[in-house]
Antibody, heavy 126, light 108 residues
Framework: QVQLQQWGAGLLKPSETLSLTCGVY????????WNWIRQPPGKGLEWIGE???????KYNPSLKSRVTISVDTSKIQFSLKLRSVTATDTAVYYC????????????????????WGQGTMVAVSS | SSELTQEPAVSVALGQTVRITCQGD??????ASWYQRKPGQAPVLVMY???TRPSGIPDRFSGSSSRDTASLTITGAQAEDEADYYC???????????FGGGTKLTVL
């Protein structure tokens, strides 16, 4: 059974860099896309970005200037760095495995985030 | 447009049928995915590819799509279905993933 286990610092000061890592245990690493998603308190889910095993990335335009997602295939894990955090970056951060969205035969199919990490609460406070 | 709109809250009597909707321009191109989130837990995928349920999701959950609206229907809602539900889709360009604002389902 595939499991994602994530870890990283949970309390940051404004202007610091958020750093989280997600380990993948079981299953294929190359057949999926690996994502970071967050949920601020009392708000909805927000997609941060994705990476595949080759290191190809896409980011949410609203965060693109501050985000880097990287992959370490030797350790079968991927990481998130978010620079210059502010209080608005306070959220529960999740890593997730996705069957990436695609189009075929005139139809388009959205990403299916079927496996999620346990979540990490990250608070930004001075 | 790069938004998905959901009704903030919906209620249903135990055992009755409820439909949760998600509206957005991207849904004219993409079938939505749906996620259930209970307090303190990670989201769970309950529907994808218009009407495909992951293993372990009860068959009382079904999905449908028409023009710019996707729907998640629960036929015979149970107390354990009380949760927040989020729809998701790629945006029309395919470059990013969108989530709806979420619908809080209350089972009365």
């Amino acid at each position: 059974q595939v499991q994602l286990q994530q870890w990283g610092a949970g309390l940051l000061k404004p202007s610091e860099t958020l750093s989280l890592t997600c380990g993948v245990y079981g299953g294929s690493f190359s057949d999926y896309y690996w994502n970071w998603i967050r949920q601020p308190p009392g708000k909805g889910l927000e997609w941060i970005g994705e990476i595949n095993h080759s290191g190809s990335t896409k980011y949410n335009p609203s965060l693109k200037s501050r985000v880097t997602i990287s992959v370490d295939t030797s350790k079968i894990q991927f990481s998130l760095k978010l620079r210059s955090v502010t209080a608005t970056d306070t959220a529960v951060y999740y890593c997730a495995r996705a069957r990436r969205g695609y189009c075929s035969g005139g139809f388009c199919y959205s990403d299916a985030f079927a496996i999620w990490g346990q979540g990490t609460m990250v608070a930004v406070s001075s | 447009s790069s938004e998905l709109t959901q009704e903030p809250a919906v209620s249903v009597a135990l055992g009755q049928t409820v439909r949760i909707t998600c509206q957005g321009d991207s849904l004219r191109s993409y079938y939505a995915s749906w996620y259930q989130r209970k307090p303190g837990q990670a989201p769970v995928l309950v529907m994808y590819d218009k009407n495909t349920r992951p293993s372990g999701i009860p068959d009382r959950f079904s999905g449908s799509s028409s023009r710019d609206t996707a729907s998640l229907t629960i036929t015979g809602a149970q107390a354990e279905d009380e949760a927040d539900y989020y729809c998701s889709s790629r945006d029309s360009s395919g470059d990013r993933v969108l989530f709806g604002g979420g619908t809080k389902l209350t089972v009365l």
